[in-house]
């Protein structure tokens, strides 16, 4: 397969940032590496990413069909670094969608030329599956395949990723953890201190990148209130996160748009057992008072019975909803 374009790689990132959740702004001139993009969290926060991509090609070896490479062409060594933030170095996968991340420590400098970079392409693919791979080279490199709604995660947690999993029994732990295989105590406590966080980040990473795919998923990344897709859907928690019982299981999620995610989580709106999205009457009343309940009945307009997932066994457990609405002192 030709390579991508640099519009098309440029894009690429640019999609795998929104499926993460955050948006991605490119800041640089899209045939430049490395290239750097404004990232807006969620929250609001922003840094800047600098990445080196490229797209993954077949090695051109015949014994080694499973061997592809990045060409990493146009650019001198040794590779600049973002002193403000996470440079990442990515192969592309296009047939899938799928990205490689390399240890740019290992890669950033090399003699003249354009140096090329390989990879086993059949655990970079799996990563569709799990989101994060992971895969010792033979030169003790770590390759890692990463889903596009891991991008972010990975980006944050790089260094840290290709660092620990040098250590045979830390990488065994890491590929365990990615696919959410149940990891014990006295194994976590065996892991040295200063590896042990990377383990536990990789675990919360995977099990909020799996809730969030099969819930957007469920719902067709349709919000469940409105129907509203255009990749400006997040996946929220029926009972959130911290409480009691709170699960990251698609039973306790919601696709729901960022404007009735957050009245969800404040409140102003809640879900009864019978799949309606109500308005919370008392907190319209306290906004009321304090003269912000301006666009309150266009923000009500599309409340009622949700859009709910083809498959039942996916809609939302009213034990949750009932946990749900107690938790946050709403009386249905």
Known sequence: MPAATPEVLVEA????????GSAATLISPVRHQPRKFLITAPGGEGYVLWVY????????????????????????SPLALNPNGPTV???????LGVFAGFDIIRHREFTQGSPSVQVDITPVRQALESGLTFHRKGNGEIAIGIRPDQLINYALNAADLHKSGRRPEILQLLERA???????????????????QIVQTVVKL?????????V?????????????????VDAAHILPVGAPGSIDHVTNGIALSP????????????????????????????LSMLE????????????GKIYLPPDKKQWPQPELIGKANEFRQISS
């Open 13 to 20: 990132i640019i999609n795998a940032v929104q499926q993460c």
């Open 53 to 76: 991509a490229w797209t993954l090609t077949f090695g051109g070896r015949p014994a080694l069909g499973n061997e592809w490479r990045i060409q990493m062409t146009s650019v001198k």
């Open 89 to 95: 170095l990515l192969g592309y996968e296009r047939d």
């Open 178 to 196: 990615a696919v959410l295989d149940p990891i014990g105590e006295k194994e976590i406590r065996s892991v040295p201190a200063g590896r042990r």
């Open 206 to 214: 995977s099990r909020s990148a799996n809730f969030r795919q099969q």
């Open 216 to 232: 957007l998923h469920a719902y067709g990344s349709r919000c469940a209130v409105t129907r509203m897709q255009l990749r400006l």
């Open 259 to 286: 404007t009735y995610h957050r009245a969800y989580d404040n409140g102003l709106i809640y879900l009864d057992v019978d799949h309606h999205m109500r308005l919370n009457a008392a907190k319209l009343n306290q």
């Open 292 to 303: 912000l309940h301006g666009g309150a009945d266009t923000f009500k307009a599309p409340l």
